[in-house]
């Protein structure tokens, strides 16, 4: 049975400050998705990662798999208030099927 | 892109009725699921939803309580039956499609259906 953890769940940071968020999988994947949840919204796609050593940045974030370790990370950046939100990773088993981690709350603060 | 719609957006329903929520894509796609967030929590896939089959549930997610239809490439529902507080959730629907620049596949959801049962 796939689990996925992330560390840390809960993440206060202040504007400016850079961090990373660590998603740890328990079995091969074929896909490695991130996601971003605002309170009371649904999921927002951010990046999908396919290969190991497979890295993509948009903006603040940039996200990387090392499927050897069986770890992806998300990094943050110089982080920014409007960054405050809920962040998933999800590993991708047969049938395209989701297992999600904990999820990390994060706040950035002025 | 496709447009994921979910109805209701939100219902308040009594202990013991059932609610049926209907997921509509303006696109065809093959694959779509029916996902789970209780408060606070992180997402749990109920099941699989493919037209022309019995939808395929996950470990502790029932037929009986958690019926789905899949009667088109475009369109799905899932009934919460019998409710009880403890289903008190945002019920999700998810599609795999291609979508532009990448035109890999991945998986989007839709708006969610916040359920409160009392």
């Known amino acids: 049975e796939l689990k996925v953890e992330q560390n840390p769940l809960f993440l206060s940071m202040q504007e400016g400050k850079n961090y990373t968020i660590y998603c740890n999988y328990s079995?091969?994947?074929?896909?490695l998705y991130w996601y971003r949840q605002d309170p009371g919204k649904s999921l927002e796609s951010l990046f999908v990662?396919?290969?190991?050593?497979a890295v993509k940045q948009e903006g603040r974030l940039m996200a990387s798999l090392d499927t050897k370790a069986r770890l992806s990370t998300l990094h943050i950046t110089a982080a920014v208030h409007d960054l405050s939100a809920t962040y998933f990773c999800?590993?991708?088993?047969?049938?395209?099927?989701?297992?999600f981690g904990e999820g990390t709350q994060l706040t950035v603060n002025p | 892109s496709a447009v994921i719609s979910q109805k209701p957006s939100r219902d308040i329903c009594q202990r013991g009725t059932s609610l049926t929520i209907q997921c509509q894509v303006d696109?065809?796609?093959?694959?779509m699921f029916w996902y789970r967030q209780q408060p606070g929590q992180s997402l749990t896939l109920i099941a699989t939803?493919?037209?022309?089959?019995?939808?395929?549930?996950e470990s502790g997610f029932v037929i009986d309580k958690f019926p789905i239809s899949r009667p088109n490439l475009t369109f799905s529902t899932l009934t919460v039956s019998n409710m009880s507080p403890e289903d008190s959730s945002i019920y999700l629907c998810?599609?795999?499609?291609?979508?532009?620049?990448?035109?890999?596949?991945?998986?989007?959801f839709g708006p969610g259906t916040r359920l409160t049962v009392t």
């Open positions: 998810s599609v795999e499609e291609s979508r532009a620049p990448t035109f890999r596949y991945e998986q989007y």
């Open positions: 079995t091969t994947s074929d896909r």
């Open positions: 990662l396919l290969s190991n050593g």
């Open positions: 999800a590993a991708e088993t047969s049938g395209s099927r989701l297992t």
């Open positions: 696109s065809q796609v093959t694959m």
């Open positions: 939803a493919n037209q022309g089959s019995e939808a395929t549930y």
